[in-house]
């Protein structure tokens, strides 16, 4: 028995030493965990300052996109005005005329999330240059498109983009694939 108490006794300094060390190593993780968190809100507030710039840039390039669609003699049709009906704001409803508008949940903000919508979704259409996917042109529009909250945002894109095809700016082919409308091309309204 005497052995195995100089062996703990030999041993205790050793114990020391790794509990020392590891006390040391938790103070580093936790230093450092705080650093990652600060880096963490920086770049989150940095995300959604360039998330608003890319906002707004997008919705001027679909103000100019819908001005020149709207010049443009070879497409005639109504303006955003004259669709939306007299007495209404000049943007684009984001719902036909002929059916009833879906209740808002905030004074205005809704119908304001749907033109940021269909503005994203036409700015996508517009700039990637092929047909794409609703899953690519969810994750293009920075909506997650996998999972369970995937779900949503790609049925709001996808019914955004049957508007879209209503409306002759995009087409649909084959079905779930939309692409920009170009002059002259069938709006292919039968597949909505």
Do not use: H, N, W
Request: net charge negative.
């Amino acid at each position: 028995m005497g052995a195995v108490g100089a062996d703990e006794a030999v041993a205790a300094p050793g114990l020391r030493i790794a509990v020392d060390f590891y006390a040391a190593k938790a103070e580093e993780l936790q230093l450092r965990q705080a650093a990652l968190e600060d880096e963490l809100a920086t770049l989150r507030s940095e995300l959604a300052r360039v998330s608003g710039t890319r906002d707004q840039l997008a919705d001027v390039l679909a103000e100019l996109l819908v001005g020149q669609s709207q010049e443009d003699p070879a497409e005639p049709g109504p303006t955003a005005a004259e669709e939306s009906g007299p007495g209404v704001a000049e943007e684009p409803s984001s719902v036909p005329p002929s059916e009833p508008a879906p209740p808002r949940r905030s004074a205005g903000r809704r119908g304001a999330q749907s033109g940021e919508v269909m503005q994203a979704v036409l700015m996508v259409l517009v700039t990637a240059g092929r047909p794409m996917r609703v899953r690519e042109i969810t994750e293009a529009i920075g909506r997650p498109a996998s999972g369970k909250e995937g779900r949503a945002p790609q049925e709001t894109t996808r019914s955004t983009c049957k508007r879209l095809v209503q409306q002759g700016k995009a087409v649909e082919g084959p079905v779930g694939v939309f692409a920009i409308a170009r002059s002259g091309e069938p709006s292919a309204e039968g597949a909505a």
